[in-house]
């Protein structure tokens, strides 16, 4: 059974959930949730493409894709990899105090940055939701 429709459907809904957390100024939280959606948007689309996909590395993942399918995914979001960088760099200091040099996740970051997150996620969680549609 295929279930890659269910993998883009629950992220979409961390992106919305990213943004009622960005809302209420936890962005943190949101920059965190925009890793997962897209994680689990390109599960998905392993998932449409008859592959298994593990881990949380974005790059990894969108590397391990048939070459066909890397490269329709990188015409369809300008500067992908650069995009899922940022996204990359998301996933350990948004959650974990010692993963900074002093204070919390929360004091780390803000508005600008969780705007950015969820930028780039829509991008790729929209173009990827048109791949298997």
């Not at 890397?70 to 200091?93: F, G, H, K, N, S």
């Not at 204070?103 to 048109?130: C, E, K, M, N, Y």
Request: aromatic share 6%; proline share 5%; net charge negative.
């Amino acid at each position: 059974m295929n279930r890659s429709a269910d993998w883009l459907q629950q992220a979409r809904a961390d992106l919305e959930l990213a943004g009622v957390s960005a809302g209420a100024g936890h962005h943190e939280w949101a920059c965190f949730a925009c890793h997962q959606a897209v994680v689990k948007a390109l599960k998905g689309l392993h998932l449409k493409l008859g592959q298994q996909a593990w881990g949380h590395g974005l790059g990894r993942s969108w590397r391990e894709l048939p070459p066909q399918a890397a490269a329709r995914l990188a015409d369809a979001v300008t500067d992908l990899e650069d995009r899922l960088r940022i996204l990359d760099a998301l996933y350990i200091p948004t959650r974990y105090p010692d993963s900074l040099p002093d204070g919390t996740p929360a004091d780390h970051f803000g508005r600008l940055q969780s705007a950015d997150a969820l930028h780039h996620a829509r991008s790729i969680v929209d173009a990827i939701g048109a791949a298997l549609a």
